[in-house]
């Protein structure tokens, strides 16, 4: 192959490789962000604790690293925690502002036993965890 014809066949084959590496991925494939595996939040038990039923707990995920809430109104929120060890505590009450994400706890190991507490029964919105 003379030099020309082999620049010529370079040139080609790296123009290919650079479209092919910004090709963006498709959406079927992207990853589950954190607040699109948000559930929803109508209301709490007697107690004004969330989930409302059974079970009356639920389990971090992967998906989150924090247990995130966004509800329609301005609320302070508690989480409480069960340790494979047994027992049970809860954070400090925090305020979460109506209609922005806002942090009921951080830095949560997946597979970790949660409920919230608010400080009211009526809670609309969603929780992201």
Same mark, same amino acid.
């Given at each position: 192959m003379n030099r020309r014809k082999m620049i010529a066949v370079t040139a080609a084959a790296s123009a290919v490789a650079g479209v092919l590496l910004l090709a963006p991925a498709s959406p079927a494939s992207a990853a589950t962000s954190c607040y699109d595996?948000?559930?929803?939040?109508?209301?709490? *038990?007697? +107690?004004?604790?969330?989930?409302? =039923? *059974?079970? +009356?707990?639920?389990?971090?995920? =992967?998906?989150c690293n924090d247990i995130n809430v966004k509800i329609t109104t301005t609320v302070k929120v508690q989480t409480c925690f069960e340790p494979s060890s047994g027992g049970y505590y809860c954070n400090s009450m925090r305020t979460v502002y109506a209609n922005t994400w806002g942090l009921a706890a951080t830095d949560v190991k997946d597979g970790t036993k949660f409920w919230l507490v608010f400080n009211t029964s009526q809670v609309r919105g969603l929780v992201a965890y």
């Open positions: 595996s948000a559930k929803s939040i109508t209301g709490t *038990d007697d +107690n004004w604790h969330w989930p409302a =039923s *059974d079970p +009356n707990y639920r389990y971090t995920t =992967s998906y």
